[in-house]
């Protein structure tokens, strides 16, 4: 079976983590924690990072942190995972759902300044799969309108826009270091702020609301988002490699790219987005299945998974899931990209065979077809 994103893990990584075995520390104290923080926050150009247990909780870290709760609102996108908004609901607050742009993607500009309201607090982008939101005209929207923009950067590290990396944009900006994105740590999370006050106030919230100066002392319902040092230990070593791991990224891209040239300039499938002032780092290989020549999307990932080929369709767009409903006929672009979208296989192991191979099947899929 070829999968859709396995991680690159290698000997320093081993190293990292038999040394915290043999050190003791294996819970969430020991060297590799703030070493982790240092490290990765240096490399997106912030102050402060603040590792937590997952990406999930780091979004929740954040929104606490600014103070958002009970009747405010906030902005997500219609496309998004649904830790995204999931966070905004655990704080009581209320997720405004924006519709994705159709060129790239992401939380759509400019459709934000309708969604605002008075109660609106913050606006959380999300870098979807990889390639940036345009965070000039979200950053320019939020200052207008004195909000807090927390990027989602889950499923993007080390993209960018113009030089200046995602995670840097907002006032916090969190990370997921799940199994399976360009630097995983198996389960894991970290927010990134410039901001040393908010940092003391995450680490706090972090480790149960615990006082810094007085052992035992709780002066706020906090929780248990700690990082372990186990993780930290991996993070550390994939750090290091972060910059090779993604231009392995764009070279399955510029592979899958020239394989399927011929497929997109058909009209049958359309190739990922790369806008000129984005850095994209192409974590998954996402291409949009067009409909109109009678291919299924849903066939097409059941026919690959028979030749070995692991695929991902894109996520449902919030607004049709039952947590997060809203109007079934609002978010038209999202709901065309759920309904499109299939991930191919990009992970740090693809080779340029197994690329052509891959487009090779989805080539032959159109000739049977037409
Ligand atoms: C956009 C986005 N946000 C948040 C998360 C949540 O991260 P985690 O699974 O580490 O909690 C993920 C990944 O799963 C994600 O893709």
């Given at each position: 079976?070829?999968?859709?994103?396995?991680?690159?893990?290698?000997?320093?990584?081993?190293?990292?983590?038999?040394?915290?075995?043999?050190?003791?520390?294996?819970?969430?104290?020991?060297?590799?924690?703030?070493?982790?923080?240092?490290?990765?926050?240096?490399?997106?150009?912030?102050?402060?990072?603040?590792?937590?247990?997952?990406?999930?909780?780091?979004?929740?870290?954040?929104?606490?942190?600014?103070?958002?709760?009970?009747?405010?609102?906030?902005?997500?996108?219609?496309?998004?995972?649904?830790?995204?908004?999931?966070?905004?609901?655990?704080?009581?607050?209320?997720?405004?759902?924006?519709?994705?742009?159709?060129?790239?993607?992401?939380?759509?500009?400019?459709?934000?300044?309708?969604?605002?309201?008075?109660?609106?607090?913050?606006?959380?982008?999300?870098?979807?799969y990889g390639h940036p939101?345009?965070?000039?005209?979200?950053?320019?929207?939020?200052?207008?309108?004195?909000?807090?923009?927390?990027?989602?950067?889950?499923?993007a590290h080390g993209a960018g826009?113009?030089?200046?990396?995602?995670?840097?944009?907002?006032?916090?900006?969190?990370?997921?270091?799940?199994?399976?994105?360009i630097?995983?740590?198996?389960?894991?999370?970290?927010?990134?702020?410039?901001?040393?006050?908010?940092?003391?106030?995450?680490?706090?919230?972090?480790?149960?609301?615990?006082?810094?100066?007085?052992?035992?002392?709780?002066?706020?319902?906090?929780?248990?988002?700690?990082?372990?040092?186990?993780?930290?230990?991996?993070?550390?070593?994939?750090?290091?490699?972060l910059d090779g791991l993604i231009r392995q990224r764009r070279l399955v891209s510029g592979w899958y790219d020239a394989?399927?040239?011929?497929?997109?300039?058909?009209?049958?499938?359309?190739l990922p987005?790369r806008?000129?002032?984005a850095e994209s780092v192409c974590w998954l290989y996402?291409?949009?299945?067009?409909?109109?020549?009678?291919?299924?999307?849903?066939?097409?990932?059941?026919?690959?998974?028979?030749?070995?080929?692991?695929?991902?369709?894109?996520?449902?767009?919030?607004?049709?899931?039952?947590?997060?409903?809203?109007?079934?006929?609002?978010?038209?672009?999202?709901?065309?990209?759920?309904?499109?979208?299939?991930?191919?296989?990009s992970g740090a192991?693809i080779?340029e065979?197994?690329a052509?191979?891959?487009?090779?099947?989805?080539?032959?899929?159109?000739?049977?077809?037409?």
């Amino acid at each position: 079976m070829i999968h859709i994103a396995e991680p690159s893990l290698g000997p320093e990584e081993l190293k990292n983590v038999v040394q915290a075995v043999q050190s003791g520390w294996i819970s969430s104290q020991g060297e590799f924690i703030p070493q982790f923080e240092r490290k990765f926050a240096r490399y997106c150009g912030v102050q402060h990072g603040v590792a937590t247990s997952n990406g999930t909780t780091a979004l929740h870290l954040a929104l606490e942190a600014l103070g958002i709760g009970k009747g405010d609102e906030v902005i997500v996108p219609a496309l998004t995972f649904i830790a995204t908004a999931n966070a905004v609901t655990y704080c009581g607050a209320e997720p405004v759902l924006v519709d994705s742009h159709p060129s790239y993607w992401c939380l759509d500009p400019d459709l934000i300044e309708a969604s605002i309201t008075k109660r609106t607090r913050a606006i959380i982008p999300v870098h979807l799969y990889g390639h940036p939101c345009d965070m000039e005209a979200i950053s320019a929207i939020a200052a207008r309108h004195r909000l807090y923009v927390i990027e989602d950067a889950a499923e993007a590290h080390g993209a960018g826009l113009r030089g200046r990396k995602v995670g840097s944009f907002g006032h916090v900006n969190c990370f997921s270091f799940y199994g399976n994105p360009i630097i995983p740590t198996g389960e894991g999370g970290m927010c990134l702020t410039g901001d040393q006050d908010l940092a003391q106030r995450m680490r706090i919230l972090r480790d149960h609301g615990a006082s810094p100066g007085r052992r035992y002392w709780h002066d706020v319902v906090g929780y248990n988002y700690r990082m372990t040092n186990l993780q930290a230990a991996v993070g550390c070593a994939q750090v290091d490699r972060l910059d090779g791991l993604i231009r392995q990224r764009r070279l399955v891209s510029g592979w899958y790219d020239a394989a399927l040239r011929h497929v997109a300039e058909s009209g049958v499938i359309r190739l990922p987005p790369r806008m000129p002032w984005a850095e994209s780092v192409c974590w998954l290989y996402s291409i949009l299945i067009e409909d109109t020549f009678g291919i299924n999307r849903d066939n097409i990932i059941g026919e690959l998974a028979g030749q070995g080929i692991e695929t991902r369709p894109f996520f449902y767009p919030l607004h049709v899931m039952p947590p997060h409903f809203r109007d079934p006929s609002g978010f038209p672009v999202a709901a065309e990209l759920s309904r499109k979208g299939l991930s191919l296989p990009s992970g740090a192991n693809i080779t340029e065979e197994a690329a052509a191979r891959i487009a090779g099947c989805l080539t032959a899929l159109r000739r049977q077809r037409n």
